[in-house]
C-alpha cells in the first residue's frame, strides 16, 4: 500500500497493464501453486511464450480482449488444439493469481477466465510401431562402444517398461528389485507424482546389467553420459538427451516422423497384441483413467486390417 500526504495508508487500484516486473511475480506465484515438477515445467514455457507474445505488443491491457488475440495468434501457427487450449489454460492461472495479488483488476481476471477454448474436431491418432520395426530400433545401437550399450538399454526400457523420459532419467540402482521371483522397477514416482511398480523383462534387465557393468557403476542413476573417450561420466541424463537417442535411432532404422513419446504408445499397444488385460496395462503405464489407456492403444480406429478393407464392393482380385 501507497501512503497519501496525511500519511494515511491508501490501497492501491489494480492496473490494467502489467509490466514484466508484475508479470514474472504473478508467474512465480502459479508456479509455487503447482506441486508437480511435470505441471511447474509445462506451466513456465506456456507463461514464457505468453509474455514474450504480450511484451511485444504496444502497452495493451491484460484483458479478454487481449487473450482473444492471443488465442488467434496460437491459431495462426497451426497448433493442436490441445496445445492452444493448454497454453490459454496457463493464462488464465496468471491472470487469476495477478488478481489475486492485487496486480490486476478482479473484473479484467474474470473476463480473461471467461475466453473459451479450441474445440477440438475428431480424435487424433498417435503414431505406433510394429513389432518388426521395435526390434530394428532398439537393435540399431552398436554395442562395441559404450554409448551403443547404454542407448540398447535405453530403447528396451523405453519399449518394453512404456516409462516416460523423464521417469528413466530418474531411475536409480535403488529402484531395481525383485518382487515375485521377478526383476522389476520398485516405487517409481511418475506424473503428478503417482507411485507404481513396473515389471521388467529378462532380457531387457540384461542389456541394463550389461550396459552398467560395461560403465563400472554400481551406485546412483542408472543412465550416464559419455564422454569422447568412451567413459561414462556425470550424474545422468537429461531429458533432452534421450531424446536425441530416440530421434538418431529411429533415423538409422528408417523409421520417419517418430516422438520419443510414441514408444509408451507402442508398449501399451505391443502388450494388447499379445493378450495382455487393459487393467494390466493400465498399472504397467501408470494411468489413472482406464479411458487414457485405451487412446494408447488406438482402440478407436484400427488402421491395418482396416473394417473398410473388404465392404463387398472392391475389385476381385
Known amino acids: 500500500m501507497a501512503k497519501n500526504k496525511t500519511g494515511k ?10 509490466r514484466l516486473p508484475d508479470l514474472d ?5 502459479v508456479l509455487n501453486s503447482l506441486s508437480s515438477a511435470d505441471a511447474q515445467r509445462g506451466y513456465r514455457h506456456a507463461i ?3 509474455i514474450e507474445w504480450y511484451c511485444s505488443e504496444p502497452r ?6 487481449v487473450v482473444l488475440r492471443y488465442r488467434i495468434h496460437l491459431e495462426t501457427r497451426r497448433l493442436a488444439p490441445g496445445t492452444i487450449n493448454l497454453r490459454l489454460g496457463a493464462v488464465r492461472r496468471l491472470a487469476y493469481e495477478a488478481a489475486d495479488c492485487g496486480l490486476l483488476s478482479p473484473d479484467l481476471a474474470a473476463g480473461i477466465r471467461r475466453v473459451k477454448g479450441v474445440k477440438k474436431l475428431g480424435v487424433r491418432l498417435g503414431n505406433w510401431l510394429t513389432p518388426e520395426q521395435s526390434q530394428r530400433l ?3 545401437p552398436d554395442t562395441d562402444r559404450l554409448k551403443g550399450k547404454r542407448d540398447r538399454a535405453l530403447l528396451a526400457l523405453l519399449l518394453a517398461c512404456g516409462v516416460r523420459r523423464r521417469e528413466a532419467v530418474d531411475l536409480d540402482f535403488g529402484h531395481i528389485q525383485q518382487r515375485e521371483e521377478h526383476w522389476a522397477i520398485i516405487d517409481l514416482k511418475g506424473k503428478a507424482g503417482h507411485t ?3 515389471p521388467v523383462p529378462g532380457w531387457v ?3 541394463l546389467d550389461d550396459w552398467l557393468h560395461a560403465a563400472n557403476l554400481t551406485t546412483g ?5 559419455v564422454n569422447k573417450t568412451g567413459k561414462a561420466w556425470g550424474d545422468g541424463l537429461t531429458e533432452k538427451a534421450v531424446w536425441h537417442v530416440v530421434r538418431e535411432y529411429a533415423r538409422k532404422a528408417g523409421i520417419e516422423k517418430f516422438a520419443p513419446h510414441d514408444l509408451r504408445r507402442t508398449c501399451a499397444r505391443l502388450c494388447h497384441a499379445a493378450s495382455g488385460e487393459l487393467e494390466q496395462i493400465q498399472f504397467l503405464l501408470g494411468h489413472v483413467s482406464i479411458q487414457t489407456t485405451e487412446r494408447y492403444l488406438g482402440c478407436k480406429q484400427r488402421i491395418q486390417s482396416a473394417v473398410n478393407d473388404r465392404i463387398g464392393i472392391e475389385p476381385a482380385d
Open 196 to 198: 507404481r511398480t513396473i
Open 9 to 18: 495508508r491508501v490501497r492501491r487500484a489494480p492496473k490494467t497493464v502489467l
Open 48 to 50: 514464457d511464450e505468453f
Open 138 to 140: 532398439w537393435h540399431a
Open 25 to 29: 511475480q504473478a508467474k512465480s506465484a
Open 205 to 207: 534387465k540384461a542389456l
Open 221 to 225: 542413476r542408472l543412465f550416464r553420459r
Open 60 to 65: 495493451l491491457s491484460f484483458s479478454r480482449s
